[in-house]
């Protein structure tokens, strides 16, 4: 569930009637998601995404993911629009919490996942890649090799045996693959999603229609966000690679931007990364989040079985 935070109609209302938007006519809380507060709020203009931000983001990074977002949003890129108000601001207050109003997107997340829209996932992230160049400030990806590092030295708390295998084993790949990270300078850098799973896309009448939840994003290798997308898009099961799925989301990639040699010969190692980086944060969450707690905890398990198929693989 993903709303933590009370909103009061009054409250509501009198924070719409800073902006250019009518008046409200209902708003929902939105189920789906896990980080912030999220409310679909339909006024006499159209409809709009809410967003409360909760503890866990820092309310001094939030004008970078808006300013990306509005960046991308002005390329042509189907992404949330901040809404701004009358005196031009966009990031505000609401029920105690910094607050956003975006854009709504048509479209919902696929249920079966094709090649056709594997493609069309990696000609929307190339795309996103390139628009991306032209917002110059840059955010340090917290998820990379030394935040990693940082975030198993938080995971060992005991467990049970399942549980301390697996930080066994990560402990000895985390170290191996941390060495093996490719040098800054070596691969092309920008703005990255970093977080473009299937929930993330929405596609309407069979064409990709937008990409949502921009709060992972960060300034790292362009590739490592394919890496990402290789792990989320390209399992079966939870368990099976398809290279069909592969070969359509590089195809599509490389039909708007080509991947470079050294890019190509670094993705199986970032891959490995991407499957190491969504194992840990799983990992933790598994172990730190309190028995009967609303959100459901995610199988890190099945981020152990990516890594071990990108560990033997010399391609993707
Ligand atoms: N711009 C938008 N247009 C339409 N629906 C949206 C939009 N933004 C968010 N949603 C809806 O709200 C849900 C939650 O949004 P989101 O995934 O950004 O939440 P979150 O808690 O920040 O994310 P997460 O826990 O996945 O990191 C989405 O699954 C989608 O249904
Ligand atoms: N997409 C992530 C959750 C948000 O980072 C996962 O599936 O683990």
Same mark, same amino acid.
């Given at each position: ?6 909103? +009061? ?13 009518? !008046? ?63 005196? &031009? ?29 594997? *493609? +069309?996932? &990696? ?6 890649? !390139?628009? &991306? ?12 090799? *030394? ?9 060992? #708390? &005991? ?6 295998? /697996? ?6 790949? %985390? ?11 070596? %691969? ?10 299937? #929930?993330?896309?929405?596609? +309407? ?31 079966? #099961? ?5 290279? #069909? ?24 190692? /970032?891959? +490995? ?6 194992? %840990? ?36």
């Amino acid at each position: 569930m993903a709303v933590y935070t009370d909103l +009061q109609e009054g409250d509501l209302r009198g924070f719409l009637s800073l902006y250019d938007i009518g !008046e409200l006519r209902s708003f929902t809380g939105i189920a789906e998601g896990i980080e912030n507060s999220n409310f679909l709020v339909k006024t006499t203009q159209g409809r709009f995404i809410l967003t409360l931000f909760e503890k866990r983001m820092k309310p001094e990074e939030l004008p970078w993911f808006l300013g990306l977002m509005a960046h991308l949003a002005g390329e042509g890129i189907a992404c949330p629009q901040p809404v701004v108000a009358k005196d &031009g601001v966009a990031l505000r207050q609401l029920a105690g919490r910094p607050a956003i109003l975006v854009s709504f997107l048509e479209g919902q997340s696929l249920e079966v996942v094709t090649p056709q829209a594997c *493609e +069309q996932v &990696g000609r929307s992230l190339a795309r996103l890649h !390139e628009a &991306g160049l032209g917002y110059r400030a840059e955010r340090a990806n917290a998820l990379a090799p *030394e935040g990693w590092v940082e975030l198993f030295s938080r995971c060992t #708390d &005991g467990g049970d045996e399942a549980v301390k295998a /697996l930080m066994a084993e990560v402990r000895t790949a %985390l170290s191996a693959l941390v060495a093996a990270w490719p040098e800054a300078g070596s %691969l092309p850098r920008g703005q990255i999603h970093a977080d473009l799973f299937m #929930d993330n896309v929405f596609f +309407q009448n069979g064409h990709l229609s937008g990409i949502i939840d921009f709060y992972f994003a960060c300034t790292d290798f362009l590739a490592y966000d394919l890496a990402i997308c290789l792990n989320a898009w390209c399992f079966e #099961d939870e368990r099976h690679y398809r290279e #069909d799925r592969a070969e359509a989301l590089l195809r599509g990639y490389e039909q708007v931007r080509p991947l470079n040699a050294a890019e190509h010969q670094a993705l199986p190692i /970032l891959c +490995q990364g991407a499957a190491m980086r969504f194992l %840990l944060t799983r990992l933790y969450d598994w172990v730190h989040t309190p028995e009967g707690a609303l959100v459901t905890k995610k199988d890190p398990w099945a981020y152990q079985r990516r890594l071990h198929h990108f560990r033997k693989a010399d391609h993707v």
